[in-house]
């Protein structure tokens, strides 16, 4: 069976040192090992941006796509091969920004991938500019002035769209977050797992200290029940969309792969493709 | 006694005029007449004049005619619209309720289509009354139609069926009263052989079933949406998936991750669909993905004319996207030949792991017309070169180099999930294993590979060339012009003057060498396009064709490309 291990690779992360995305990384490759996967039942579509990068840093199948077009890309993995374990990752920029149409159309959608978002508020890679998570007032290379827009809440765009699992993590409490992705993985269904991760280069409001003071962790409300929309609903109101831990989950959702009519069991990229002589005469008859 | 027969029936957008139309067009291709009809519409679903247009013949033409035997009224609009190309003593069949009026160089007859339709049973029956009336005028019987009407009508009983033959039997009496049984008319009878009837996106569509496509991600835009229409019948017969995504960037990229999963996958959109798509064929290329992508060209730019028909594409699927990647793009000329490429293009793709566009046109897409048989033997599924079992045992424990540099330039591919394949796969400059890379070496080393996949390829049969050796005028054409050329062709012929029809079936790699042989000897060389700026003679040009003596029939009002304009064009130059 494969270990931690087995899921690194000799790659050395181009990330600043203190990135949160280092934690993402060990959390995914955590949650891999601990669910028995093997990497080459995994891929990780990733999109563009310092957190883009994640699918080389991860001994899977990795994919990075153009900017903001994970989840598409992902989502045809998926149908090509429905027994991968696809994970769809990328930052706040890449999933709400660009991305943010297919986000919407995945979580409708209903695929079983998992989805995991770093989000620092920031354009990393382009070297600070605000994001669609910077909030008002925000002050970045764009925003010299402060952001005079308003920012998105993930988990609450998420609930809205309405999603079957969301979660939320933060870089610094690993644990939780190795937790969150194992279930989220684990989910038949789209499941997101937003998770805090600082830009310790360019995000200088939004740090770690930051997140400590601010979060509001799931796990020490005991009577919290994550199987509550309109309760979910409230709390990522209430806190300012700053709630980590399982907000939500919805098991009795039927994934997208399940629905589609004659859809095989076997991963499609297993399947004969010839043609069967009697399908096509009759398809001809059509047009006789 | 006619050979051949231009008919057309014109009314309002939603008025029936379609159906009428197929009706027709359908019961005379079982006869065994050879069947073109090009439909005139606009983008909207109800009201606005619309019309269809049918050719009906006793040997293939692909084009409509610059004429009119008999119109087909429903409003004194599609009268004063379409009667200017009726011919001389060419009939016309208009509805009473309107008190049709028409110029003197036709025959008018006036029959009470709603009435007798009325009569029957419903007002909607106009449209079989009229059908009974150019029965009549043809020379045709009326159960000319039994079979179709009940195709149509058998599920809503028998009372429906009775009540439209009705309808039609009526329409024939009203006519034969009025005198319209003309021998003049008469349409000489046909062989009786059947054949297949059906309009470019519907072949496309069952080319790649035949094709083992699997996956289908794509965005509605006219002309292209009957391709997923009729997939999504057809898919659950083999386990195939059509999804309609949120938009073009979604498709493309959804197919190339469905190819990057091993699936056969292809999207199919029009002009504003391409525009979206081309950061991301870019990543095919870049990735070395096969994908295949369809362009159902449509009058452009932006949204510009999307019911109409141009072929104004051209450049952007060979340049638009930024960067350099080995593409391949096809242009099919006919139904037949839209079957056989969905396969091909696949092939293509996968032996030379890149983007493959599709190129069609509005009026190949959707014109229905009568097609030869369509075999399935002619679609052999070829996935290239794909890992083998030493391939990755001898990968064993590293990173499988899933971008080998190799003399051809193409490497072997391994699907996601495979044991022993592990390997990156990213739009950043890589190296073999497929890890970022951006020293000036390995960038160039991976842009030579990429690129010699393709280098001093021609596609077998980019160029078919019909008609007279060391011609007076070599015509050159691509996509569905075919049909307008060829008769054009006839025409001069019988003319005296010597002529070739150079048909272009695929623009890149563009076939320089075999157009240049096929243009060889010609005194003058006409080319033939559906677009303003003269795409494709810029294309001959730039990639170096030598044909100092050409010219330019462009046609860019949103209409199809008659034989007798090329004729006329021709015959003024000599
Ligand atoms: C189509 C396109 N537009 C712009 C860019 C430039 N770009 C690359 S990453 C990025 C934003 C990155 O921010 P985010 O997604 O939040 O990721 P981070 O770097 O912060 O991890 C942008 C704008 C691009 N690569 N492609
Ligand atoms: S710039 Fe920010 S997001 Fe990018 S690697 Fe550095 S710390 Fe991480």
């Excluded at chain 2, 449209?127 to 139609?145: D, E, K, Q, R, Y």
């Excluded at chain 2, 079957?339 to 493959?356: D, H, I, M, S, W």
């Excluded at chain 2, 566009?357 to 599924?381: A, C, F, G, N």
């Excluded at chain 2, 001898?394 to 971008?403: D, K, L, M, S």
Aim: proline share 5%; charged share 20%; aromatic share 8%.
């Amino acid at each position: 069976m494969a270990t931690v291990k087995d899921f690194r690779n000799n790659v050395r992360p181009n990330w600043c040192p203190g990135c949160g995305d280092f934690s993402v990384q060990a959390s995914i490759q955590r949650a891999l090992a601990a669910l028995g996967k093997e990497p080459h039942e995994v891929a990780i579509v990733s999109g563009i941006g310092c957190s883009g990068r994640i699918s080389g840093y991860i001994n899977t199948y990795g994919f990075h796509g153009v900017h903001g077009r994970a989840l598409p890309a992902a989502q045809g993995l998926k149908l090509a091969n429905r027994h991968l374990t696809v994970i769809a990752a990328g930052g706040d920029g890449d999933g709400f920004g660009i991305g943010l149409n297919h986000f919407m159309h995945a979580v409708r959608r209903n695929m079983d991938i998992t989805y995991i978002v770093m989000d620092n508020q920031i354009y990393g890679l382009t070297k600070g500019q605000h994001s669609p998570t910077s909030a008002h007032g925000f002050e970045a290379k764009t925003t010299p002035q402060g952001n005079i827009e308003n920012a998105i809440i993930p988990t609450q765009v998420a609930l809205g769209a309405g999603i079957g699992f969301l979660a939320q993590g933060f870089s610094s409490d690993v644990n939780q977050l190795v937790q969150l992705i194992e279930q989220a993985i684990q989910y038949r269904g789209f499941a997101l797992v937003n998770v805090f991760s600082p830009c310790v280069t360019y995000n200088k409001i939004n740090t770690y200290d930051w997140f400590r003071e601010h979060v509001y962790n799931l796990d020490q409300v005991p009577d919290y029940d994550p199987t509550d929309r309109a309760a979910a609903m409230q709390m990522v109101v209430k806190t300012g969309g700053l709630a980590t831990g399982l907000i939500y989950r919805d098991d009795s959702r039927v994934p997208y792969e399940d629905q589609i009519p004659g859809y095989p069991e076997r991963a499609l990229v297993e399947e004969d493709l010839t043609l069967s002589g009697e399908i096509f005469q009759n398809a001809l008859k059509q047009f006789a | 006694m006619l050979e051949q027969l231009s008919w057309k029936v014109g009314g309002q957008q939603g008025e029936g005029v379609e159906s009428t139309g197929e009706t027709f067009a359908i019961a005379l291709n079982r006869q065994g007449y050879y069947v073109y009809s090009f439909r005139h519409f606009s983008s909207r679903i109800k009201g606005g004049h619309s019309n269809d247009k049918v050719r009906v013949s006793l040997k293939q033409y692909r084009s409509i005619a610059d004429y009119t035997d008999v119109l087909l009224a429903f409003d004194q609009e599609s009268i004063d619209v379409n009667v200017q190309e009726v011919r001389q003593g060419g009939v016309v069949i208009a509805d009473s309720k309107f008190n049709p009026t028409a110029p003197e160089h036709v025959r008018l007859f006036s029959i009470p289509l709603t009435k007798i339709a009325e009569e029957c049973g419903s007002a909607i029956m106009k449209n079989m009354v009229s059908l009974g009336a150019s029965a009549c005028l043809l020379g045709l019987p009326i159960n000319t139609f039994r079979e179709v009407v009940e195709e149509r009508f058998l599920r809503k009983g028998q009372r429906i069926v009775d009540q439209n033959m009705e309808a039609i039997s009526r329409g024939f009496n009203y006519m034969r009263e009025l005198g319209g049984a003309d021998p003049q008319f008469a349409l000489r009878p046909a062989d009786g052989t059947r054949r297949l009837f059906m309009m470019g996106n519907e072949a496309l569509g069952l080319g790649a079933l035949a094709a083992g496509a699997r996956v289908m991600p794509a965005y509605p835009i006219t002309p292209a949406s009957d391709v997923m229409e009729y997939l999504i019948k057809q898919f659950p017969k083999v386990g195939g998936v059509v999804v309609q995504t949120e938009d073009e960037i979604a498709a493309i990229n959804m197919t190339i991750g469905a190819a990057y999963g091993g699936a056969r996958a292809f999207t199919c959109t029009a002009g504003p669909g391409l525009s979206l798509m081309m950061e991301a064929i870019g990543l095919a290329g870049m990735t070395e993905t096969p994908v295949v992508i369809i362009d159902t060209q449509r009058g452009g730019p932006s949204t510009g004319l999307p019911t109409k028909q141009e072929q104004s594409d051209m450049l952007a699927a060979l340049f638009g996207t930024h960067g350099e990647i080995p593409k391949i793009v096809l242009n099919p000329a006919t139904t037949e030949e839209c079957f056989t490429v969905v396969g091909k293009a696949f092939n293509l793709a996968e032996r030379y792991q890149c983007p493959v566009i599709i190129m069609t046109d509005l009026q190949l897409s959707l014109s229905k017309q009568t097609t030869e048989p369509l075999r399935l033997e002619d679609v052999v599924i070829d996935r290239g070169a794909v890992a083998s079992e030493e391939d990755l045992a001898a990968a064993a424990g590293g990173e499988f180099p899933r971008y080998r540099l190799t003399d051809s330039g193409v490497s072997r591919r391994v699907f996601p999930g495979t044991k022993g394949g592990l390997h990156h796969v990213t739009g950043v400059e890589h190296m073999e294993t497929g890890r970022p890379n951006e020293t000036a070496g390995n960038r160039k080393q991976m842009m030579e590979k990429r690129m010699r996949k393709l280098q001093g390829v021609e596609i077998e049969d980019s160029v078919v060339r019909t008609g007279d050796e060391s011609p007076d005028i070599a015509i050159v054409g691509i996509g569905s012009n075919i049909g307008a050329i060829a008769e054009a062709k006839e025409w001069l012929q019988r003319d005296g003057l010597k002529v070739a029809h150079v048909h272009i079936h695929a623009i890149l790699p563009f076939p320089k060498r075999q157009l240049q042989a096929a243009l060889s000897g010609a005194k003058q060389v006409v080319v033939v396009e559906n677009n303003a700026t003269a795409q494709l003679r810029h294309l001959m040009s730039f990639f170096g064709v030598d044909c100092p003596n050409a010219h330019s029939f462009l046609k860019y009002n949103g209409q199809a490309i008659l034989p007798v304009e090329i004729y006329e064009f021709c015959k003024e130059m000599n």
